[in-house]
């Protein structure tokens, strides 16, 4: 892994956490949260919010006692050895399946919205270029990046108020009409947006001020749950419930209803700076896969290993062009890796590495 | 090597910008209006308004038509008969005609609307009181332009309460939205002119259930409180010194509903409480000193007028308004029993209507 001398403000980390969650799931989110929740679906993401915070702050609980370490160093130490390194394959893989399954996923959404008849394989190359000058970067100019992505895409999530024109505030009620079971239901689909905060692991070592490593998590998850509600709740009250079961991304339909005088079909606007958002979810777990093999392999920086996920996701392109269902398919399945990488694994590695700090207190 | 690096990569940038696969404007046919008619044999036929850029042409509107079996058809069959490509993302306008409305549903015609992201959604959509052909094909006095005439005469007669504006999004919506029904503008040709002429009013499945002229109108946009004011609104009172017509501007209304559920039934109970500034009176009346007087007939006629409307409603079992929202956000458990056929259930419902008009002044005269 690189070397923890790199230092990361406090802000830059924020908004690398905070920008990594912002990816497709925001676009998708009022659809798959409506199909499991109903219109309380809003009362899930708060539960989810709650989990994806706890979840960090066992992260940074275990990060915390082992300073200067990176995470293949900390799961070394809590671990072992053999186990340590499995652990951190598994996580190579995850993170490069995620970069493969946004990808392809955006790649899709622009096909089906912008560009009709633009050859797959082309979009990606052209996705990947800006993916692959910024994942080769050092953490520091990774963390401006993230930094530019939040200025430069403030204007976006106030737009979806020009659908609130025709909202319909009586579709938020009646609170929790179907009882308990939906909202609990709910919970699944509300986490997997959330996630974007595992990279606190990889971040922690280089954070300039490590004691406010556990706000960070807690501010950029805080900041997504901001947004996530308030596109929840605006598609909740323009959409009816059955609109919102059909369109498959609601957010997207929600802009489509902005028209100006001088600019009509504003979701083409808005999805193209989408792409600049999307970049930083895709260089993030691009970095963390490619750190990951850096530190298995051994080799001198991540540089390396960048060029070979990305000439194997252009490989994956060629071959395989997956369509929207398959697409859909795939992430559905993937949701559940997810989770049991994003939520699971954290709690499991404190349980771990609780028992190993007690076993040492018994024995001494 | 930075600078070749560089200079390779603003060349692929630039070479990669998709120009090759460009649409030209003057080589395009934009179509703005679409018209659905239906003859006896229930074939559709599809009418189309395309703009023409040739500079060389009189007219800026080219019409064309087609017997088709669906909307995406029309456009292999119209866009055969148009110069250019034929796109639909500037869609302004989709009239229906009246005899397409009651004879069938709409929305598996309209499809391929909501399904292809290139279309427009928020194109309005008109019922027409004759053939859309007619309607599309004839010469009108007051503007060159059908287009940008018939979306001004729908914004302005939603402007003055003449009619609803419903857009294809809206239409969506209130066709898949349970507690509620759809209602869309309606325009008929007058001798040399077009005019709104109401609102037409669709069931569930999406079929004409009822058509409200433009009084009728006024009083749904102030129960859906979709209302601009001041709403001007002329009655007639009968009071025991005789009749007089009355108009008045509202500078104040807005419709409160209440909801409960009692013997099997749900119950609204709507108040509506106006402010209004008297226009004009022509009867036996003196404002000043009839004030009280005035007000109650007043308040007597337009809360009749108003339970006409709900009585009609009713009848034809449509809810335009969406008292369904209220329903369900109020009285949950029984809606889930009602959800799949509201507008049966509010046909059955008990609604109560009370609207009280106070005067707040009567102009410069007394």
Not at chain 2, 25 to 53: A, C, H, P, Q, Y
Not at chain 2, 286 to 297: F, G, P, T, V
């Amino acid at each position: 892994m690189s070397t923890p001398s790199q230092q990361l403000s406090h802000k830059q980390y924020i908004f690398y956490m905070y920008k990594t969650q912002i990816g497709i799931g925001v676009l998708i989110l009022p659809n798959v949260l409506t199909k499991a929740a109903g219109n309380s679906g809003w009362i899930s993401l708060l539960l989810g919010w709650m989990i994806a915070t706890a979840s960090g702050y066992f992260m940074i609980q275990v990060m915390k006692r082992h300073p200067g370490q990176t995470f293949d160093g900390m799961l070394q130490a809590v671990l072992g050895k053999w186990a340590g390194r499995t652990v951190l394959a598994l996580w190579v893989a995850y993170t490069a399946c995620t970069v493969a399954v946004v990808l392809y996923t955006e790649v899709n959404i622009i096909q089906i919205w912008i560009l009709r008849d633009m050859n797959q394989l082309l979009l990606v190359l052209a996705l990947l270029i800006p993916v692959y000058r910024l994942a080769r970067c050092r953490l520091q100019v990774q963390g401006r990046y993230a930094e530019f992505v939040y200025i430069f895409t403030f204007w976006m999530p106030p737009l979806v108020l020009f659908s609130l024109k025709e909202a319909h505030a009586l579709n938020l009620l009646p609170i929790a009409g179907d009882g308990l079971w939906p909202i609990l239901n709910g919970i699944r689909a509300s986490l997997v947006p959330f996630l974007g905060f595992e990279t606190a692991f990889l971040l922690y070592p280089h954070l300039q001020d490590k004691t406010k490593a556990f706000k960070g998590v807690l501010a950029a998850n805080s900041l997504s749950l901001l947004i996530y509600i308030f596109v929840f709740l605006t598609s909740t009250m323009y959409f009816s419930s059955e609109e919102l079961r059909t369109y498959l991304w609601p957010t997207l339909q929600l802009l489509k209803a902005v028209t100006m005088p001088f600019i009509e079909r504003f979701e083409i606007v808005f999805l193209a700076y989408y792409i600049i958002l999307v970049t930083q979810t895709l260089s993030a777990y691009l970095f963390f896969a490619a750190s990951g093999i850096q530190s298995l392999i051994g080799s001198k920086d991540h540089k390396r290993p960048v060029v070979l996920l990305i000439v194997l996701l252009i490989g994956v392109a060629w071959i395989w062009k997956p369509t929207l269902e398959e697409m859909e398919m795939v992430s559905g399945g993937f949701d559940t890796v997810s989770i049991g990488m994003g939520y699971v694994f954290p709690l499991l590695l404190w349980c771990c590495w609780e028992a190993r700090r007690m076993a040492k207190g018994a024995l001494r | 090597m930075k600078l070749t690096k560089s200079l390779v990569l603003t060349l692929i940038l630039i070479a990669a910008t998709g120009c090759a696969d460009r649409t030209e404007l003057d080589e395009s046919s934009l179509v703005t209006i679409i018209g659905m008619d239906t003859n006896d044999n229930r074939e559709l036929s599809i009418t189309g308004m395309v703009l023409d850029f040739n500079e060389e042409s009189k007219s800026q509107e080219i019409l064309l038509s087609g017997k088709v079996q669906s909307l995406r058809e029309a456009r292999t069959v119209l866009g055969a008969k148009s110069a250019g490509e034929f796109l639909s993302g500037k869609l302004q306008v989709l009239l229906i005609s009246r005899s397409l409305l009651q004879k069938n549903e709409m929305m598996p015609y309209l499809d391929v609307v909501f399904r292809d992201a290139k279309f427009s959604n928020s194109a309005l959509l008109a019922a027409c009181d004759c053939s859309v052909k007619k309607l599309m094909e004839g010469k009108w006095n007051s503007q060159p332009i059908l287009t940008e005439y018939i979306r001004k005469l729908i914004e302005t007669g939603h402007r003055s309460e003449m009619t609803v504006r419903t857009t294809l999004q809206n239409f969506h919506y209130m066709q898949t939205e349970e507690g509620v029904t759809a209602a869309i503008s309606e325009i008929k040709p007058v001798g040399k002119e077009i005019a709104v002429t109401g609102t037409m009013l669709l069931n569930h499945s999406g079929k004409m259930a009822l058509h409200l002229n433009k009084e009728e109108s006024a009083l749904l946009l102030l129960l859906q409180n979709e209302i601009e004011l001041p709403v001007s609104y002329t009655t007639t009172i009968h009071g025991e010194e005789g009749d007089s017509v009355v108009s008045f501007d509202m500078k104040k209304a807005k419709a409160k509903v209440r909801t409960a559920y009692s013997n099997g039934k749900f119950q609204f109970h709507i108040r509506v409480p106006i402010r209004a500034e008297i226009a004009e009176l022509d009867g036996p009346y003196h404002l000043a000193a009839d004030k009280k007087l005035i007000e109650s007939l007043l308040t007597d006629e337009v809360e009749h007028a108003f339970k006409r409307l709900i009585g009609k409603l009713q009848a034809h079992k449509v809810d335009p308004v969406g008292y369904g929202l209220y329903a369900r956000a109020f009285q949950y458990k029984q809606w889930k029993e009602v959800r799949e056929d509201w507008g049966a259930a509010f046909g059955q419902a008990d609604v109560d209507i009370q609207a009280t008009i106070a005067i707040d002044s009567f102009g410069v005269i007394e």
